[in-house]
């Protein structure tokens, strides 16, 4: 934001209307500070995760490359099999897949405590509980 010259005590003091005005953007500078403070903690969240990621990934990857050492010395395993299926499978996951399905699981969750401040009996609350059920399933196809 550019420079700012607030007005002086006294020209607040001697207007109402400026006085309210600056009280106002003094609470919206105020805010737009916490935001930014937010974001920046976000972004760190952001780059930790991302590094987690890269890191499990690439251990799961040495894993993969162990068990396909097993599976060529001791021959063909269901199991071992299905582990490498399932990590593959995994990887092949994009993260807005991952998180549209935590996003529907918090909908979900919402949805539900909405439903609590209905009687048990309430019809109200039985609909609700269907679009969270609703939400949940659409969760797990994710």
Not at 5 to 11: A, H, R, T, Y
Not at 41 to 53: F, G, I, M
Not at 111 to 128: C, H, M, T
């Amino acid at each position: 934001m550019t420079d700012f010259i607030w007005p002086s005590d006294q020209d607040r003091a001697e207007s109402e209307e400026l006085n309210r005005v600056c009280e106002y953007l003094e609470e919206v500078l105020d805010e737009r500070d916490a935001w930014q403070r937010m974001s920046e903690q976000y972004k760190r969240e952001a780059y930790a995760l991302a590094a987690h990621v890269d890191r499990m990934e690439r251990r799961g990857d040495q894993m993969a490359i162990e068990l396909r050492d097993w599976l060529g010395s001791y021959g063909p395993d269901d199991e071992t099999e299905r582990m490498l299926e399932v990590w593959e499978e995994a990887k092949s996951r994009r993260p807005e897949a991952s998180l549209t399905r935590l996003k529907a699981e918090w909908q979900a969750e919402a949805v539900v405590e909405f439903g609590y401040r209905y009687g048990p009996e309430s019809e109200v609350r039985a609909a609700i509980q269907s679009v969270a059920n609703e939400l949940r399933r659409q969760a797990e196809e994710e």
